[in-house]
């Protein structure tokens, strides 16, 4: 198995190799063809993006001195930061290598976080579909298809109909809606309410200001319980966004005396007044939340010119469909749409009430003493069976 930083010149056995001009690789703006030896980038948060079929991936580089930091998100989960540079100048080198995916289409997202990027290739087993075209709808079907008491069933999770902000333009800190707090501000104009005024504005009167390093928090009061499930976030928007801009933050929400933990997300470098959105799980209502900033690019003060919470509009809720035997019948069809994770089954621990035993002592021989019972218990309706008390 391949090694971060080992020279590849060949795929292994088992997988194929696909340059870096193969038409699959979908390129941001930014990206040049290094004279046939690898894709070089020097704009940094430029990406390349494609899918990949199969349990495991390898990233190669053109390995040279010059060569910047990247990152990878598969499926969208949390981006993981390789090399470009591994001891040599040289090419075919590994960057990144990953196993134990599920065998299926998978997203992949690769980000140049400091200059100069690089990618020569990838690897991919050569027993699946290679790579195709970016295309994010396949980690988003519902693979959530069982047979059950004779018909297939396929669990329909709940939809969002669109998300609403439940923070109006803040005037003060607590106008006209709502109590803003902070940890910290700069001065007069850089208070907290400035990153809920629905403004972009570089200086004072725009942007929540701290006057010094994380960690650094600001909250904001709704005034009600609400389900917030997705924070908006815009970075300040001058020249100073590369030092003065949040890396990694909390999701809080207020309970009982305490914060307690909603999400956490890390984050690359920012563009100049770049918004971003970052949703995230949330199943009950808090009135207030905050979020706690643990880095940030830069080690002095920093800014945040927007901060917005959303709540969602539930245009339907969960529920299984049924399907007739003969509309969902084939091995592909399971491999594409059977069920992959238990989790969205609540499953829980129950006692059930007693069960009376049968009387068979009529069914042992002459030879045998005692009494003997009998019952039985249909299993398929449980996922386990923890003790038995006769």
């Known amino acids: 198995m391949a090694t971060i930083g080992q020279q590849l010149t060949a795929a292994e056995n088992g997988y194929k190799r696909y340059l870096f001009t193969d038409s699959n690789f979908n390129y941001s703006n ?3 063809n290094n004279s046939g030896s690898d894709m070089i980038s020097y704009t940094e948060g430029s990406t390349v993006r494609f899918n990949c079929y199969g349990t495991s991936l390898t990233v190669l580089v053109y390995s040279w001195s010059n060569r910047g930091n990247m990152s990878i998100s ?3 989960h949390e981006p993981l930061a390789y090399k470009g540079y591994h001891s040599a100048n040289a090419n075919n080198y590994v960057g990144f290598v990953t196993t134990g995916l599920t065998d299926r ?4 997202i690769i980000t140049v976080l400091s ?3 690089t990618l020569r290739a990838v690897d991919v087993q050569s027993n699946g579909l290679g790579i195709s075209t970016y295309d994010e709808s396949v980690v988003k079907k519902d693979r959530t298809l069982i047979l059950h008491n004779d018909k297939y069933k396929k669990w329909n999770p709940e939809v969002k109909g669109g998300y609403f902000s439940v923070v109006p333009a803040m005037t003060s800190a607590t106008t006209p809606t709502g109590i803003v707090e902070q940890s910290s501000i700069w001065g007069s104009g850089y208070e907290g309410f400035r990153a809920f005024d629905k403004k972009l504005n570089v200086h004072a009167n725009g942007a929540w200001v701290t006057n010094g390093p994380v960690p650094q928090w600001i909250t904001y009061d709704i005034g009600e319980p609400r389900k917030i499930e997705r924070i908006v976030i815009t970075a300040r928007i001058d020249h100073l966004v590369s030092s003065q801009c949040v890396k990694n933050f909390i999701v809080q929400a207020y309970e009982n005396g305490t914060y307690v933990d909603l999400a956490e997300f890390n984050t690359i470098p920012w563009a100049a007044g770049e918004t971003r959105t970052f949703d995230f799980n949330n199943s009950k209502h808090y009135q207030k939340y905050r979020l706690y900033i643990k880095s940030t690019y830069g080690t002095s003060a920093f800014a945040i010119t927007e901060i917005d919470f959303l709540e ?3 245009e339907s809720s969960a529920h299984w ?6 509309t969902i019948s084939t091995f592909h069809d399971f491999l594409e749409w059977g069920m992959e994770d238990r989790n969205i089954f609540e499953r829980k621990s129950s006692e059930l009430p007693p069960i009376p035993l049968i009387n068979i002592t009529q069914n042992i021989t002459s030879h045998e003493q ?3 019972y009998s019952q039985s218990l249909n299993l398929s309706k449980y996922t386990s069976i923890q003790s038995l008390k006769i």
């Open 74 to 76: 598969i499926d969208g």
């Open 30 to 32: 930014g990206w040049l």
């Open 115 to 117: 200059s100069l990027g």
């Open 321 to 326: 469909s049924a399907y007739d035997t003969e």
């Open 370 to 372: 005692g009494s003997a």
């Open 105 to 108: 289409w998978h997203t992949v």
């Open 312 to 314: 969602s509009v539930i």
